[in-house]
């Protein structure tokens, strides 16, 4: 069983900046990316951003040239920095795993909040 334990979260200023942690515990057999999920009060969960086992990365458009993901593997920890970030971030953001080799398996963090407001 895979375990991931958020932490990083906080309230910060615009244009200020956070880093989020997501460690990761248990064995994993097949890995197949880990990314950063977000979900703001009404709104549907969407996709921040991805890493992918081999090392590609992707973002969001909202995202793109302010956030950067990276990953670990040394210390099995991925990371979110965000920088410059709006109010429209504000949200509640989520470490995610998939693996599998012929089927797939997904594990999540319990989620660290965001606020960005003056």
């Known amino acids: 069983q895979v375990q991931l334990v958020e932490s990083g979260g906080g309230l910060v200023q615009p244009g200020g900046s956070l880093r989020l942690s997501c460690a990761s515990s248990?064995?994993?057999?097949?890995?197949?990316?880990m990314g950063w999920y977000r979900q703001a009060p009404g709104k549907q969960r969407e996709l921040v951003a991805v890493?992918?086992?081999?090392?590609?990365?992707n973002y969001a458009d909202s995202v793109k040239g302010r956030f950067t993901i990276s990953r670990d593997n040394a210390k099995n920890t991925m990371y979110l920095q965000m920088n410059s970030l709006k109010p429209e971030d504000t949200a509640v953001y989520y470490c995610?795993?998939?693996?599998?080799?012929?089927?797939?398996?997904?594990?999540w963090g319990q989620g660290t909040q965001v606020t960005v407001s003056s």
């Open positions: 995610n795993l998939q693996e599998g080799s012929g089927w797939l398996l997904s594990y």
């Open positions: 248990g064995r994993i057999f097949s890995l197949i990316e």
């Open positions: 890493i992918t086992a081999g090392g590609d990365t």
